[in-house]
Nanobody, 120 residues
Framework: QVQLVESGGGLVQAGGSLRVSCAAS????????MGWYRQAPGKQREFVAT???????TYADSVKGRFTISRDNAKNAVYLQMNSLKPEDTAVYFC??????????????WGQGTQVTVSS
């Protein structure tokens, strides 16, 4: 079955940069939109960015101008380049993707999350 696995999280100082990655594996027929969400302690999970299959990106206002989402369709991967990081960016970052396994509709899959901690 399909799995989404994030990587690249870690500890970074405020103002620094980090890139998180997410790779999908399994019996994938196609992947449509992919995205990133994050959840900080005590907060709701919030939208960060999404990218269509053709590369059109949308960002939350809180990260616009600092984060860049990209994808590598050959690798079934999506990335989030995070620059000018702030302590409030600290969260578990989750990727998701609409994936078709074969004949039928797409289904939304989620990764397990990767921790990003921004120190002040």
């Amino acid at each position: 079955q399909v799995q989404l696995v994030e990587s690249g999280g870690g500890l970074v100082q405020a103002g620094g940069s980090l890139r998180v990655s997410c790779a999908a594996s399994g019996s994938i027929f196609s992947i449509n939109a992919m995205g990133w969400y994050r959840q900080a302690p005590g907060k709701q999970r919030e939208f960060v960015a999404t990218i269509t299959s053709t590369g059109s990106a949308t960002y939350a206002d809180s990260v616009k101008g600092r984060f860049t989402i990209s994808r590598d369709n050959a690798k079934n991967a999506v990335y989030l380049q995070m620059n000018s990081l702030k302590p409030e960016d600290t969260a578990v970052y989750f990727c998701n993707a609409f994936i078709r396994l074969g004949v039928g509709a797409d289904h939304l899959y989620w990764g397990q999350g990767t921790q990003v901690t921004v120190s002040s």
